[in-house]
């Protein structure tokens, strides 16, 4: 088997063995189709900030994430960006492979640091043409990454950045736990606003004690705080992934 690292530039650790999965979609799988698809998974490093995926290029691998995080991230040409969905371990990346399609129309960027297990995407299309169980749990993620970006667009339009921001931090949460390994500047640029902004707000969140904040950290330390200042974005994020089983 070629290794995973083929064509993965930035990653000189050699891939490691498969391990046991934590990625949702993987182990809600039937046995026939995980045991299919597991001589083709490689684990790979997530770094943080690492492109996996350039906008409208071609996507060479799928990644189920086991630990960290992605965002999906649009791009302008003035060099602002937004985030317009996250991927953890509930989740992966390149399930439009069950459409035929193998790139993706934003850029993915690691956010949090972890693991991943990644497959070349045309044996994903390959084995979602013969498991009916792993096309069907690809194409409700296509959806869901629609539904999340719908949501993303109304939520930028219409609601204040302390409750998108709450928003950012729950769903980080529900991901990767309490301890956020993420810059300002980061989170400034995937909720869209400039660094200042989230420097005061997260500073204000800090005096409530909401968070505590370091050099590319963020403590949540008063969930319930934010639950109470969230948008109701958060809770239909929420619904659309229970409806949709992921
Ligand atoms: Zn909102």
């Known amino acids: ?27 809600r799988l039937d046995h026939t189709t995980r045991e299919r698809l597991l001589p083709h998974l490689s684990a790979v490093p997530l770094k943080f900030g690492e492109r996996l995926a350039a906008a409208e290029q071609p996507l060479t691998y799928a990644y189920f994430p086991e630990r960290g995080a992605v965002s999906l991230v649009a791009n302008l040409s003035d060099g602002n960006t937004l985030e317009v969905g996250m991927i953890g371990s509930e989740g992966v990346v390149g399930a439009n492979a069950v459409l035929g399609i ?33 096309h069907d749990v690809l194409s409700h993620h296509v959806q869901l990454e629609l539904a999340s970006a719908m949501q993303t667009a109304v939520c930028n339009n219409f609601h204040p950045v302390e409750s998108r921001c709450a928003r950012w931090l729950l769903q980080m949460h529900d991901m990767v736990g309490s301890h956020l390994e993420v810059s300002q500047e980061f989170l400034a640029q995937m909720l869209g606003v400039r660094r200042p902004t989230v420097t005061l707000l997260l ?9 505590a904040c370091g050099r590319r950290r963020i403590e949540i330390l008063d969930r319930r705080h934010l639950e109470e200042i969230v948008c109701e974005c958060y809770a239909a994020l929420k619904q659309s992934q229970h409806r949709l089983e992921v």
């Open 1 to 27: 088997m070629a290794s995973i690292l083929d064509g993965h530039p930035g990653s000189p650790a050699p891939p490691a063995a498969v391990p046991a999965s934590h990625n949702a979609v993987l182990a």
């Open 102 to 134: 193998d790139w993706m129309p934003c850029s993915v960027i690691v956010q949090v640091p972890g693991l991943a297990l990644a497959i070349r995407i045309h044996v994903l299309q390959q084995e979602a043409a013969r498991s009916r169980p792993l």
């Open 203 to 211: 500073g204000s969140f800090e005096r409530a004690g909401v968070v």
